[in-house]
């Protein structure tokens, strides 16, 4: 079925798939946007040499219709065709020239320009190298947090998949790292804040950690899919896509390398500890949104190669070859989520309490505090059960925590 449009009032909307909420055509105009930039960034975007417009817009239009965020109009492009309710939505000028996917760019003026300022700067401060070589990759990865997280926010009523978990073998004990559970316990708190629901898929290793992490957030209702290492996740793909989930993000989460096993910062291979929740990441259902500090973690495959291999001390070997739609690197991949939650707090207003009730630094150390009690987790660096994350106690992440609030909420930083 496509779409079909009524009148209600003086308003145009747009008659979705069946069960899907009517959207206006602002809403479908943001809808389409996101999904344009994120199928220009996979083809090249429009001034890749050959690109072809009309098969972007295609793609575009199929995507969406697969997907069932929305149905923008017959995939065909006679009659109705492309866009044809979007454009009804813009002015005259607008519908002259093609749909600028990257609106509110640094060229812009106006509140979004604004906005895009703020964002680069909360991810300024999360892009600080902690000696992992990682300045590179961050060049390579700039604005990938405003484009993360605008295209999240134009996302009317997403439902989010969150995957974690990265475990520790040589660790005092054996356990989950702190690191990855404890950012995935606070966006899932602010999600949830905000109505938006999510569910977290873990190894089976790493579950007992995660679980206490959510419990803490406040998070308890959140479900957890746990896969064992040898343990096929037809079963969770298909069960996120009956759950309606169109948004993956992955926080901390060992990836494969170019020889298909994943490896912690020394190099070691942790098949053996590791779920294949890459294939989940990967599953081509829903946008993915990638958060990572080391080069190893999934999303990095959206940086090329050498930068990994030249720069990241055992990056040849560890350089997880995954990709995301949207990569966010940070010197602590738990500094992603505060910078997440912040940027949303500006692109979504009705989402701003929600989100800043996840940048509490009371509430970052108490979930520390429990999952280093009962989780039990370990330091990823100094392998020991303590309340630090990456040998850093969280005094230091207190501090980021403060910087990319302060960017979200000061009036001398707008």
């Excluded at 055509?25 to 996101?34: D, E, H, K, T, Y």
């Excluded at 779920?275 to 999303?299: H, K, M, V």
């Excluded at 280093?372 to 987790?377: A, I, M």
């Excluded at 020991?384 to 930083?413: F, G, K, L, Y």
Aim: net charge neutral; with cysteine.
């Amino acid at each position: 079925m496509h779409t079909s449009w009524k009148r209600v009032g003086n308003d145009r909307k747009i008659k979705c798939l069946p069960g899907r909420q009517e959207r206006s055509p602002i809403v479908m105009a943001r809808l389409v946007r996101a999904t344009y930039s994120s199928t220009c960034a996979a083809t090249g975007g429009p001034d890749k040499p050959g690109h072809d417009e009309r098969e972007t817009q295609r793609r575009t239009v199929s995507e969406m219709c697969a997907s069932r965020r929305a149905c923008p109009g017959h995939p065909r492009f006679g009659g109705g065709g492309w866009m044809a309710g979007t454009r009804l939505a813009m002015t005259e000028r607008e519908r002259s020239r093609p749909l600028d996917p990257f609106p509110g760019s640094p060229h812009a003026h106006g509140p979004a320009s604004g906005t895009r300022t703020r964002i680069d700067r909360i991810e300024a401060v999360i892009h600080r190298d902690v000696g992992r070589g990682m300045a590179p990759v961050f060049q390579a990865a700039r604005g990938g947090l405003w484009r993360a997280a605008r295209a999240l926010a134009a996302a009317e009523a997403p439902r989010i998949g969150l995957i974690t978990g990265f475990f520790v073998p040589g660790g005092d004990p054996p356990a989950a790292e702190t690191d990855g559970p404890a950012g995935a316990a606070l966006l899932v708190r602010g999600f949830a804040g905000a109505g938006v629901r999510c569910r977290l898929a873990t190894d089976a290793a790493c579950e007992s950690a995660c679980r206490v992490a959510l419990d803490q957030a406040g998070a308890e209702a959140t479900p957890i899919d746990a896969v064992a290492p040898e343990e096929p996740v037809d079963a969770v793909i298909e069960r996120w896509r009956q759950d309606g989930i169109d948004w993956v993000i992955a926080i901390e989460r060992c990836g494969p390398g170019a020889d298909g096993r994943p490896r912690n910062m020394r190099g070691t291979d942790i098949s053996a500890h590791t779920a294949p929740l890459d294939r989940l990441f990967s599953a081509a259902l829903w946008q993915t949104i990638a958060i990572g500090d080391g080069g190893n973690e999934l999303g990095m495959g959206s940086v090329p190669r050498p930068v990994i291999a030249d720069n990241v001390p055992v990056g040849e070997a560890i350089g997880c070859v995954v990709p995301a739609d949207h990569l966010i690197a940070a010197g602590v991949s738990h500094w992603g989520a505060y910078a997440v939650l912040a940027a949303l707090a500006l692109l979504r207003p009705d989402w701003a309490a929600a989100m800043l009730a996840g940048l509490d630094p009371d509430l970052d150390s108490a979930v520390i505090d429990a999952m280093v009690r009962d989780g039990p987790v370990v330091d990823g660096v100094t392998l020991r059960r303590e309340q630090t994350i990456d040998a850093m106690d969280m005094a230091v992440h207190r501090e980021v925590m403060a910087a990319v609030r302060s960017v979200c909420v000061s009036p001398n930083n707008r």
